[in-house]
């Protein structure tokens, strides 16, 4: 009777890690039926814990999760900037508040006498007051008589909105935190109670920041009429909870704008509230249909989106060689695109002989028929957009994905952990106006609590909101 083989399951279980090789599993199958029978239980319990595990609704469902990622190597460089580019530091300080002089009575290590002399340096230092108290004032606003008007009169208080006890530069800086930074309402609220020590509310607060919405409604209305005008415009969408329903984050924007609207359809009904009109310009999508029902001049494909989805089948779905015969040459199409639309300086003939070799290259991978499943998922999705994957080497300044409308939408993603959405459409509504002014002035080089703060005072004042500011021109 033969000896039995003893199982090293330390051994095994680094063996069964998330790149389980072939000369690895029969290194296993060698040890014998035992090592087989291990290995099998194992991976049965590794496969069920991942499936009974609760899914995250914030990771997309093409997200890798982060306990299944491959370790990297470490950082190769130190961080910071490049050598040779120009260093950053803080500036000094324009303006010098307090001075203080330090002076050693004697020698720190030996306790003895010091010799004065004239050698100094200076150390400028900027902090926050450990007493912060807010400023009360009591405004006395006096009534008169006017004989023609047969009524009283009185001037406008333009430091609030009327019948508010709280100022203009706590209601912008708080609705900053909240719309612009992401911060949550009960933070806030600590913030002011304890460090500013400026009695706050959760009620009064947001009742306040609706009537901010309200009065800078028409910069919203005005975000909107400049993108439907713009040469390029981006969108995506995100899912958003209203009151515990679902609805959906739409941005649309570009460089120096950023909108954003929640409705409750991810359709053709909400991008119609949105596009009123034909759009004459170019739209950059991912593939979502919806946008399909949009009217516009030129569309533009998100190519990253394309890439990544030849990732996903490759990594999930372990296609056969039907698919990397489809698969490898539409790689190759799309990258010979990136790097016509990346070089610079080429002959106007060469570029459109290149050009016209990739429609054709594109079109042979349309009209072949292939037999991977996938493959032909891809096809049919490439025949409807066939025209709309290289509109950016025909029109300058349209990029060939769809990132501008990703990192837009990034910060109110952010938002949407810290605050879980909204419990009210009034409350979705607010959060739409106001995230899209405040990330649109950041866009545009304003600061955002002055430029606010201004345009109410000018409201109170006289009776019209100034237009929105345009972008600081840079250098």
């Known amino acids: 009777m033969p000896s039995p083989v003893v199982v090293d399951h330390a051994t095994l279980s680094e063996l069964l890690g998330a790149t389980l090789t ?134 406008t208080v333009p430091d609030a909105l009327p019948q508010a006890t709280l100022g203009n530069q706590t209601l912008v800086l708080s609705a900053w935190l909240h719309y612009g930074v992401g911060t949550t309402l009960s933070q806030i609220i600590a913030v002011f109670n304890h460090h500013l020590q400026l009695k706050l509310t959760p009620g009064g607060l947001v009742q306040m920041w609706y009537r901010l919405q309200a009065v800078l409604f028409p910069w919203y209305e005005q975000l909107q009429a400049e993108a439907l005008q713009s040469a390029v415009l981006h969108a995506d969408e995100t899912g958003w909870r209203v009151n515990g329903t679902t609805h959906w984050l739409w941005c649309f924007g570009h460089r120096e704008l950023t909108y954003f609207m929640i409705d409750r359809s991810r359709g053709a009904p909400a991008l119609a509230k949105f596009f009123q009109t034909e759009f004459p310009g170019t739209l950059v999508t991912d593939f979502w249909a919806a946008y399909n029902a949009v009217a516009c001049a030129e569309r533009q494909l998100c190519l990253v989106h394309l890439l990544r989805e030849l990732e996903r089948v490759e990594t999930y779905e372990r296609p056969g060689e039907a698919w990397r015969a489809f698969a490898k040459p539409l790689r190759r199409v799309l990258g010979d695109a990136i790097r016509l639309w990346k070089r610079e300086a080429v002959p106007a003939a060469e570029a459109a002989s290149r050009r016209s070799r990739l429609d054709t290259r594109l079109e042979e991978l349309v009209t072949a028929s292939w037999i991977d499943p996938h493959a032909r998922r891809l ?28 990192r837009a939408i990034r910060p109110a993603v952010l938002i949407r952990k810290n605050s879980y959405a909204n419990g009210s459409q009034r409350g979705a509504d607010t959060q739409a106006v106001l995230m899209s002014i405040y990330r649109t002035l950041q866009q545009r080089g304003h600061d955002p609590l002055a430029t606010v703060t201004h345009a109410i005072r000018t409201y109170l004042m006289t009776g019209q909101l100034p237009p929105l500011p345009k972008p600081i021109a840079k250098g």
């Open 22 to 155: 072939e000369a690895q599993a029969r290194a296993i199958f060698r040890q014998g039926e035992e090592a087989v029978v291990f290995a099998l239980l194992t991976l049965a319990k590794r496969v069920a814990e991942q499936h009974d595990a609760p899914l995250d609704p914030s990771r997309p469902s093409g997200m890798i999760p982060p306990y299944e990622k491959p370790t990297h190597a470490a950082r190769r460089h130190r961080p910071g900037r490049e050598e040779g580019h120009p260093g950053s530091w803080r500036r000094r300080p324009d303006r010098i508040d307090r001075r203080c002089a330090h002076r050693l009575p004697r020698c720190p290590h030996c306790a003895g006498r010091l010799i004065r002399c004239q050698a100094t340096r200076t150390r400028y230092i900027e902090d926050i007051p450990a007493e912060i108290l807010p400023v009360v004032t009591e405004h006395t606003i006096h009534r008169d008589w006017c004989p023609r008007c047969q009524k009283r009169v009185e001037p």
């Open 379 to 406: 096809v049919k999705r490439l025949r409807r957009h066939q025209h709309e994957v290289f509109t950016f080497l025909d029109k300058p300044g349209v990029p060939f994905e769809n990132n501008q409308a990703e």
